[in-house]
Nanobody
Framework: VQLQASGGGLVQAGGSLRLSCAAS????????MGWYRQAPGKQRELVAS?????TTNYADSVKGRFTVSRDNAKNTLQMNSLKSEDTAVYYC???????????????WGQGTQVTVSS
């Protein structure tokens, strides 16, 4: 299973960016997909996630500004009203089952840098 993330970059405070993630490979089902981020000197934290049923979960710090959506094995994180504290490396994550009766495993994409200048 591979997760390919795209998007990110440099934006001024108040601007917008969109991150996308596509899962591929031997996938039976994807329980949830999400985005985590890690700023320098800080632990990786959940930003947003979405289940196969469409239930979303957001970090308090991004509620009302970020929107996660999903279309089968792809998901998108729309980030609006970006702040300098949103600067971090963003990682795509998916909880994947590769066999009907197999366990769910966590897979990660490569990180993508988001830098918000103030």
């Amino acid at each position: 299973v591979q997760l390919q993330a795209s998007g990110g970059g440099l934006v001024q405070a108040g601007g917008s960016l969109r991150l996308s993630c596509a899962a591929s490979g031997n996938i039976f089902s994807i329980n949830a997909m999400g985005w985590y981020r890690q700023a320098p000197g800080k632990q990786r934290e959940l930003v947003a996630s979405i289940t196969s049923g469409g239930t979303t979960n957001y970090a308090d710090s991004v509620k009302g500004r970020f929107t996660v959506s999903r279309d089968n094995a792809k998901n998108t994180l729309q980030m609006n009203s970006l702040k300098s504290e949103d600067t971090a490396v963003y990682y795509c994550n998916a909880l994947v089952r590769v066999m009907p009766t197999g366990p769910t495993r966590s897979y990660w994409g490569q990180g993508t840098q988001v830098t918000v200048s103030s």
